[in-house]
């Protein structure tokens, strides 16, 4: 009884925050008609690209991110750690508008990032606007939510283990893979939610660095309520985002599961 | 004509030839030599920061050394690293891997060697039940005592077979009671494995009680290696008295010397030393329990100023002019504080220690 009194806020925020808003979604989708539209091979596209572009982010910040964290908690003295924590969540402190502009200046012909190239006499052309620049700032937006919830689970893990994995028999390499990781799973599936999920809905990236070129569910579905005025076509493209987001979600948790017995 | 065969090295011999180690600018360990013969329990004893953890993890390599050798069954290890050594530590922590059940973690090690499953189970299970650990192998680490544990860890390490078993305080987390059985299975467990045991411990008891031979250490360096009742009863210096409990340390002049003897004036008392560290004034020992107290008359007596019941002995402080001296009798004798006793003390039961 106690235990799920305690439950009841989690309850609570849950059916206040996603689950009425999912039936709003739904009761403003009008007749069936809008989801025989969603079969279109267009959307099949741009969703199948708009996965992709997040499956993508998920693994380049998991390979990118979990040896940062590994970094911190086993190279960087422990005076230090704080201030280097730091350094990973300062990009948090600012708006991701700010933060997406100044990639826009970054990339842009003329940008920093062409000058840097042109010293090397590369001709190159703006990278703004291009798939590759909403990879990047996808990447560098989700970062931190990566680094993270692996460094904390990285951090608990006692240093004696790994010595005792090494005076067993155990190569770097195979420590890694045969403790480090499991240990560290709960870490790295948080990680993971935490970056392919907001990738899913990415909206932001690709409009200012992608110059809205290019659709994706995103920024298609906010089109829907604006230049497109179809209301009923964008909750139902919301709607099934959501259910998709909740089914990686329960894949995800299987994993954990799995990861923790 | 035939060739002779090699000869074997012994597996299981240790030979640490004059290792240092700093940490920082701490030198942790100095110019440390040790011998140790395959078969052995050897004890290094010491209080903390001594260096015998180091010691320890530089024979296992987990740390490296900065200067000297570490050879293990014949075999140089000095560059060797810790996955590659046939050395296998109990961690003072015990170090169980938290996602692996009791059984994997024992099988850890096979598991790394690709050992197939049939010898994996026969073998988990024999040392299994050699800890008395059967019936436990699906339990998680998180689900079972600190015995139990600390027998999961011993088995994890022994199902390897290594040339040397490292324990770093592998009892300090059990109570007292618990710690004490444990001791006595250690022993027994080493003798019928003939695997040599290294063991690295602050208690005096489990050291005297377990080891061949012990290694005293003190600052980084091995203050003494000897048999325990060499330790005990002839300390060599005024901290390895202290460290096995000798109640009685005096300085005295010496006022005749041979080339290895003299004779040391305490002030109440001269004694005859076998063997005599050299200087003008010299460190002299004796036990508590090497002094006998009676109301007869004798040359030496004392003033009885203090009684303590310990249960397996009583202390009593005897003041003679201006020295104390400690003498720990059998509890069943009456001594009262004020008693007026002469003490009885066996020419060879003082010991000369160096500073």
């Known amino acids: 009884m106690k235990a799920l009194r305690l439950l ?184 993971s939610v935490l970056v392919f999920v907001p990738s899913l809905g990415s909206v932001l990236v690709p409009d200012l660095l992608g110059g809205a070129k290019t659709a994706w569910v995103g920024t298609l579905i906010t089109s829907q309520f604006g230049q497109a005025r179809d209301p009923a076509f964008g909750s139902a493209m919301a709607f099934t985002l959501s259910v998709l987001t909740l089914g990686t979600f329960l894949v995800f948790a299987r994993f954990l599961r799995k990861a923790q017995l | 004509m035939t060739l002779e065969p090699p000869l074997r090295p012994a597996r299981g011999s240790l030979s640490v030839e004059r290792v240092s180690r700093k940490r920082g600018e701490v030198q942790v360990l100095g110019d440390v030599s040790l011998e140790v013969v395959p ?73 790394i060697r690709n050992r197939p499953e049939e010898e994996v189970r026969s073998r988990v299970a024999r040392v299994l039940a050699a800890v008395h650990l059967g019936g436990l192998d699906s339990r998680a680490p998180s689900e079972i005592s600190g015995g139990q544990g600390q027998r999961v860890a011993l088995a994890r390490a022994l199902v390897l077979e290594p040339d040397i078993l490292l324990l770093d305080e592998p009892l300090a987390a059990l109570d007292a009671q618990l710690r004490s059985a444990m001791r006595l299975e250690l022993v027994e467990l080493q003798r019928s494995l003939g695997i040599t045991f290294i063991l690295v411990t602050h208690d005096l008891e489990e050291a005297i009680e377990c080891s061949s031979r012990i290694a005293v250490m003190r600052a980084g360096q091995i203050a003494q290696y000897a048999a325990p009742r060499e330790i005990f009863e002839h300390p060599g210096s005024v901290y390895v008295a202290r460290l096995v409990g000798m109640e009685n340390i005096l300085e005295g002049r010496v006022v005749a010397r041979t080339e290895t003897t003299a004779r040391v004036d305490l002030g109440f008392i001269e004694v005859d030393l076998q063997e005599a560290p050299t200087g003008d004034s010299i460190h002299v020992g004796v036990h508590g329990e090497h002094i006998r107290l009676s109301r007869l008359g004798g040359p030496l007596e004392g003033t009885v100023t203090e009684v303590r019941y310990l249960g397996e002995a009583t202390r009593c402080r005897v003041r003679i002019g201006a020295a104390t001296l400690v003498a720990n009798v059998s509890p069943r004798e009456v001594v009262r504080a004020g008693d007026l006793v002469s003490l009885d003390i066996e020419a060879a039961s003082w010991v000369g220690l160096r500073p």
């Open chain 2, 39 to 111: 078969g052995e329990f050897v004890t290094l004893l010491g209080p903390s920061g001594c260096g015998k953890t180091t010691l320890l993890r530089l024979i296992a390599g987990l740390d490296a050394v900065d200067a000297g050798r570490i050879v293990i069954s014949g075999n140089d290890m000095t560059m060797i690293p810790a996955h590659l050594r046939p050395v296998h530590t109990v961690f003072q922590s015990y170090a169980l891997f938290p996602h692996l059940s009791v059984f994997e973690n024992v099988a850890f090690g096979l598991r």
């Open chain 1, 8 to 191: 009841v806020p989690a309850f609570a925020t849950l059916l206040l925050l996603f689950v009425i808003p999912q039936f709003l979604l739904l009761s403003r989708t009008g007749d069936a008609s809008v989801w025989w539209r969603l079969i279109d091979p267009l959307y099949a596209t741009i969703f199948g690209r708009t996965v992709a572009m997040a499956l993508g982010t998920t693994l380049v910040t998991l390979l990118v991110g979990f040896p940062v964290a590994w970094a911190l908690v086993r190279a960087v003295p422990e005076r230090w750690r704080g201030s280097f924590l730091l350094l990973v969540t300062l990009p948090l402190w600012t708006s991701v508008l700010v933060k997406l502009y100044a990639w826009v200046f970054l990339l842009r012909s003329g940008g920093l990032l062409s000058q840097f190239m042109s010293l090397f006499g590369s001709d190159s052309p703006s990278l703004l606007y291009t798939t590759t620049a909403v990879a990047l700032g996808q990447l560098y937006i989700e970062l931190p939510y990566m680094i993270l919830p692996i460094y904390a689970s990285l951090e608990r893990i006692d240093g004696s283990l790994i010595d005792a994995a090494q005076d067993l028999g155990a190569s770097p390499w195979t420590t890694l893979g045969r403790v480090v990781i499991p240990i560290a799973s709960p870490g790295i599936v948080a990680g």
